[in-house]
């Protein structure tokens, strides 16, 4: 897809005022010591499988301009760490698959956390550790050998040093590991999974930690567009829904209903976690560009998708199973990731081309929030808060032009180039 430079050249005519004006607001936002500000339940995976992609304080702007303060990294990065210390945006910080063997022994975990997390606290918000990534349906025995162990190491580790209650421990999983998914009452787990997610269950239940899932109603659209229709896969609010005639429960999207679906799983596979253990969307996004055989991967659709998600998150609202627990969701990605292996739509999952310009014009995005110094508030509990102030369920009509004028000027105050 050629780059366009239109947004470039609107910065370039933007005025004098209008920049001053963007100067001090972002001057205020980025400030070390500003107030907590109010934070939406959204945030975003920023990935870096690139060749091209900014350096990581062009990040910054862009998340300011989506209003986003929560952030899944996929490895310490320590650029990246030091780049978003006294940002007071909320970090996951992942843990390499590579990693897990050395981890699951007491002192391998010790040490990874000393040379790895560390030396970033308190500067840098780190919330959470994602131990690996989609590892129980990656057929890769060894890993799944050493996922639990790696998790509870680390867990004794953060305890040790008095982290345990700041800094969470989970991990990611495919929605494969589900053996049912439809109607979500009949969600389950695979049988050949149940004995390590039984155990993984245990664990969040000890220790407060969410459950997360990489949710992509794209996928089951692309596998069967004649029995799905379009308008559920990209959560449209108009499409009619879907009723689950075991519960008599509606779902008005594919998003909430295969977060139900692995609801339904953790319940009939372990009462007593199903009780505590809250499931969180680690991943969820659609492709804007694919190969000749991806005709679900156009710009029109990524654009409503990504922006339904966002309308969703922003109401405070649950599931139909558990319309009480407001939804957590990470947008993928950030930028594209032009190396990632695979079909053309894994390079093409971006908000962000890698000169820092939308890939397609978003028409959402969440009320208030954005990148704040300090601690923020509020939330739904006191135990690994992935914290939000503001729980009114609005939003706003928004262009990508006003994150390009603030992207641009924020990396001005940043000194970064953005020159690719």
């Not at 509990?381 to 000027?409: C, F, H, K, L, M």
Request: charged share 15%; proline share 9%; glycine share 8%.
């Amino acid at each position: 897809m050629p780059l366009r430079d239109g947004l470039r050249r609107r910065l370039q005519r933007a005025g004098c005022i209008h920049l001053a004006a963007a100067l001090c607001v972002l001057a205020l936002a980025v400030a070390s010591d500003a107030a907590p500000a109010p934070v939406s339940l959204l945030g975003i995976n920023y990935g870096r499988v690139g060749n091209n992609l900014p350096p990581p304080q062009a990040a910054l702007p862009l998340l300011q301009g989506l209003g986003i303060a929560r952030v899944r990294l996929y490895d310490p990065e320590p650029g990246v760490l030091r780049a978003f210390a006294r940002t007071g945006i909320e970090l996951y910080v992942g843990v390499p698959d590579q990693c897990l063997a050395a981890v699951a022994e007491p002192a391998g975990a010790a040490s990874w956390l000393k040379d790895s997390i560390l030396p970033y606290l308190p500067d840098t918000k780190i919330v959470a550790l994602t131990v690996g990534n989609e590892v129980l349906t990656g057929n890769n025995t060894a890993l799944t050998r050493n996922l639990l162990p790696a998790m509870e190491s680390l867990h004794a580790a953060l305890a040790a040093a008095n982290l345990d209650k700041q800094i969470a421990v989970t991990t990611a999983h495919n929605l494969g590991i589900l053996g049912t998914s439809y109607p979500p009452s009949a969600g389950a787990f695979r049988k050949d999974l149940l004995p390590y997610l039984c155990s993984i269950l245990d664990f969040h239940a000890k220790t407060g930690s969410p459950f997360l899932v990489n949710a992509y109603p794209y996928f089951a659209y692309s596998d069967d567009p004649k029995g799905i229709h379009l308008e559920y896969a990209l959560l449209e609010p108009s499409y009619p829904g879907v009723p689950d005639a075991n519960t008599g429960l509606h779902y008005p999207n594919l998003l909430v209903a295969q977060v139900d679906a692995a609801y339904h799983a953790i319940s009939a596979a372990n009462s007593a976690a199903a009780r505590v253990v809250e499931i969180r969307i680690s991943e969820t996004g659609w492709p804007s560009a694919g190969d000749a055989n991806e005709k679900a991967a156009t710009p029109e659709s990524a654009a409503r998708y990504n922006s339904n998600v966002m309308r969703l998150v922003a109401e405070w609202k649950g599931t139909p199973l558990k319309p009480n627990v407001p939804l957590r969701v990470y947008v993928f990605a950030l930028f594209n990731e032009n190396t990632k292996p695979g079909p053309a739509s894994e390079r093409n999952y971006g908000l962000f081309k890698p000169d820092s310009t939308p890939v397609y014009p978003l028409t959402y995005k969440p009320a208030g929030g954005g990148i704040g110094g300090g601690n923020s508030t509020g939330g739904d509990n006191d135990y690994y808060d992935i914290s939000a102030a503001s729980r009114e369920p609005t939003g706003r009509r928004w262009t990508w032009a006003q994150a390009a004028v603030s992207g641009g000027v924020a990396a001005l105050i940043h000194g970064c180039s953005l020159r690719y």
